[in-house]
């Protein structure tokens, strides 16, 4: 049986390429892929509580049971507790780690449910927060629970609450509700049934909180149950058994408030989650570690064990191990007591190692011995010098060659890789024999393959890009729209998604042209779907609405000509590649390279719009769905200078004081509301805004329009004379700032100074 290595765990699998979702073709390997990813998120709201696991061993299209007991053939680092039922006493797991998913993904676990409480010790605890399960009647769309979920908000927003919305995967809206003051079960749902029932009074033809359901009809029902201490629902993040892989997706409430709201699925969740983190991050506090739980493992325990910082100049890290993106190698001649080499591989946050006594093999025809040794620290990349003699490994330690490497496969007694080094190069493989001793054999050449049927992109990693060396790195800019791999052989296409996703109906308007240019060649390449606005500037919003023919294909990557792959050379010679075979064509936009420095890059992507920038190692390989560090992405922040027209009360640690800003920009006849700025301030900052702010309180809002319900809630109004700057990402369709920054006031500026930016 093959294993896993996760956050120093061994996680045994079985069956990775068998299809669970069989309308998208989603494996078992991408479910524990997604949990794995998504764990920093996920496991916060799962921390302390009992997770009942929901099974579909035979895939989605078959049928399913839920498993609450953990099975004695359950791994034994797995955390549990028992817990006294009616009849029985039953044993539940708690998950803390990335392990701790994967197995759930492992057992075929495609959904994860927990109740509202923690243990305390042994026993069930109180409530640490509130959940309210929107679910739509017959003829009741995803909008009008957005707009009841809303309703909510602002109805507990008045009481001192907050919610957090969550798209649930399957057709409704989960409300969260931290409690900053634990309530027993019963409490909470006493509550909440409070809440429900009085929006069913307020809007009875929209709403209601009875469970009957033949009251349900044409209506949202607000289930208030789910706080019961017997009941669970499924987690945040958790993918769902639908027939396609949708998940319990946190939202921001901009996008409730916006219409075409949708549920999302795990590659979807996945990318939110880099891009913005975890919008539930307030929603649940951190469980402290009990003083009786096992450390953590530790994988280079062994390694310090063998080694005296007094007496060895090889690193020797004393914290948590580094995180590399598992994508170099290293071997290292070793002159000890016997001549050999060190053959290193990163690979989750170590270097796997293994002692090759003849070195690398350079013929296929041969087998090599290599000999299992303990993990390195990854800063052993670079180690040269003298290890004294006496010591663990004495001798003289120099660095034969070292580069980047593909994982084709990474098993417990099997890995194969391509190494791209200055001497070592090809597909090598690792097989373990007995013990400690594996095998080492040099792979023949992979034929020439027909066209690929699918590649999973290459993803970027997010980073800040202004401190790349010059003549390293090319600059693209950061496209709005939907990734695309595009499959063209003598005039037919075929376009997928990410995920594999098939697009080519969708988008295939747009592409026709690019197929026709492409008639007499066989290629796969890799861009954005976009659409651009009246401005130039691509535009998600009308990407989403477009019918395909006023899609355009900006291509940026070459990964297959006429029979070569060229996924294995560099990206300066893919891009010329490609420039040259669309060299003429309209059909398809082959984005310019920005020149100059990383900080020109950037500023020529902010003068033209473009969200961002993607900086891409010239000597980089193509590495087909891994997120890498030789591509780095970085978003643009817009600014915006602001007034203060009143602030909003804080909650929690900001209780008492000031919590938010109110601003605008001047119009005729007062301010034109922009929205609410709570974050980006130090504590001195707050407490020399509200020392400001006090003596220009006022009795009116200074306002031209009526803000939302939750913005003007504990609103106290100002008379508008300071001006400030902020940042932000875009605005929304009703003109409002979307994640603003504080940046600070502008002494300089009058608020007839004052005026909304022109690239709104």
């Known amino acids: 049986m093959a294993s896993l290595d996760i956050a120093g ?48 061993p035979n895939g989605v299209d078959q049928s399913s049971f839920f498993e609450k007991n953990l099975a004695s053939s359950a791994p034994e680092w797995l955390d549990r507790r028992d817990m ?3 009849d029985r006493v039953v044993t539940y797991p708690l998950f803390s780690t990335a392990a701790d998913l994967a197995w759930l993904g492992q057992q075929a676990a495609i959904e994860a449910h927990v109740p509202q409480w923690r243990f305390d010790g042994n026993a069930p605890g109180p409530a640490t927060r509130m959940v309210f399960d929107l679910d739509p009647g017959d003829d009741v769309d995803l909008g009008r629970c957005a707009e009841v979920a809303c309703e909510i908000r602002d109805m507990i927003a008045e009481i001192g609450f907050t919610a957090f919305p969550v798209t649930s995967g399957s057709k409704g809206i989960h409300l969260y509700v931290p409690l900053e003051k634990p309530l027993t079960p019963s409490g909470a749902s006493t509550v909440a049934k409070q809440v429900a029932t009085l929006l069913e009074e307020r809007s009875p033809d929209r709403v209601t909180a009875t469970m009957a359901k033949a009251r349900r009809t044409g209506r949202v029902f607000v289930d208030w149950s789910q706080n019961n201490g017997k009941k669970t629902t499924v987690a945040p993040y958790s993918m769902r058994g639908r027939s396609a892989p949708t998940v319990a997706a946190p939202r921001s409430w901009d996008e409730l408030e916006s219409s075409g709201l949708e549920q999302l699925r795990f590659e979807e969740v996945l990318q939110r989650f880099h891009d913005d983190g975890d919008l539930l991050a307030e929603l649940d506090p ?66 796997v190692s293994w002692a090759v006594p003849k070195n690398i093999p350079d013929d296929p025809n041969q087998n090599r011995l290599a000999v299992h040794t303990e993990d390195h620290p990854l800063e052993y990349a670079t180690f040269e010098g003298s290890i004294p003699k006496g010591e663990y490994g004495g001798g003289e330690v120099s660095i034969w060659d070292s580069g980047t490497y593909e994982l084709e496969k990474w098993r417990e007694n099997e890995v194969i890789v391509v190494l791209h080094g200055a001497k070592a190069r090809g597909r090598f493989a690792l ?111 009308m990407l989403q609405s477009s019918t395909g023919r006023d899609v355009r294909f900006v291509a940026f990557d070459l990964l297959y000509l006429n029979g070569t792959s060229l996924l294995k050379k560099k990206y300066s010679d893919r891009r010329r590649l490609l420039e040259l075979l669309t060299t003429g064509m309209d059909s398809v936009l082959v984005p310019e390279a920005l020149t100059g420095s990383a900080q020109d890059a950037l500023a020529s992507s902010v003068e033209r719009g473009w969200e961002g920038v993607v900086a891409k190692r ?143």
């Open 431 to 541: 097989i373990k024999t007995k013990g400690n001793q594996w095998l080492m054999h040099l792979m023949k050449d992979k034929p020439a393959n027909d066209l690929p049927k699918s590649i999973v992109p290459m993803l970027a990693t997010a980073g800040d890009i202004t401190d790349l060396p010059d003549g390293d790195w090319a600059f693209e800019g950061k496209w709005d729209g939907f990734r695309v791999i595009a499959r063209f052989a003598h005039g037919e296409m075929k376009l997928e998604s990410r995920s594999g996703k098939d697009l080519t109906e969708r988008f295939g308007a747009g592409f026709s042209a690019l197929a026709v240019d492409l008639r007499e060649h066989e290629a796969v390449l890799d861009g954005e779907a976009v659409v651009f606005d009246a401005d130039g500037i691509t535009s998600f919003e």
């Open 9 to 56: 765990r061994k996680v045994s699998v079985t069956n990775l390429h068998k299809v669970l979702f069989p309308e998208t073709g989603t494996t078992k390997s991408q479910i524990i892929e997604y949990y794995t990813a998504i764990a920093p998120a996920m496991l916060p709201h799962m921390a302390g509580r009992p997770v009942t696991r929901k099974r579909w």
């Open 618 to 760: 010239v000597d980089s390989v193509y590495q087909p769905g891994k997120r890498a560090r030789t591509w780095i992405k970085t978003k643009n922040w817009r600014t915006q200078e602001v007034v203060i027209g009143g602030w909003r009360r804080g909650r929690g640690r900001r209780g008492g004081g000031l919590g938010s800003l109110l601003v605008g920009v001047p119009e005729q006849n007062g301010l034109r509301y922009l929205g609410r700025v709570g974050t980006g301030f130090t504590d001195q900052a707050l407490d020399a805004l509200a020392e400001m702010l006090a003596p220009l309180e006022c009795e009116e809002s200074p306002f031209t329009d009526r803000l939302p319900t939750a913005d003007r809630t504990d609103a106290v109004w100002v008379t508008p004379s300071l001006v400030g700057e902020v940042r932000f990402y875009e605005w929304t369709d009703s003109m409002h700032l979307r994640h603003p920054s504080w940046r600070g006031l502008r002494d300089d500026k009058q608020p007839v100074d004052v005026v909304l930016e022109s690239n709104p």
């Open 84 to 86: 006294q039922h009616s």
């Open 286 to 351: 951190p469980v402290e570690k009990a003083p009786d739980a096992p450390p953590l493992p530790d994988k280079l325990a062994t390694y310090r064990s063998k080694r005296s910082p007094k007496k060895t100049s090889e690193p020797i890290p004393v914290g948590a191990e580094p995180r590399g993106n598992d994508d170099t190698f290293v071997i290292q001649e070793h002159h000890a007591r016997r001549l050999h080499y060190d053959f290193r591989l990163e690979h989750d946050g170590v270097l």
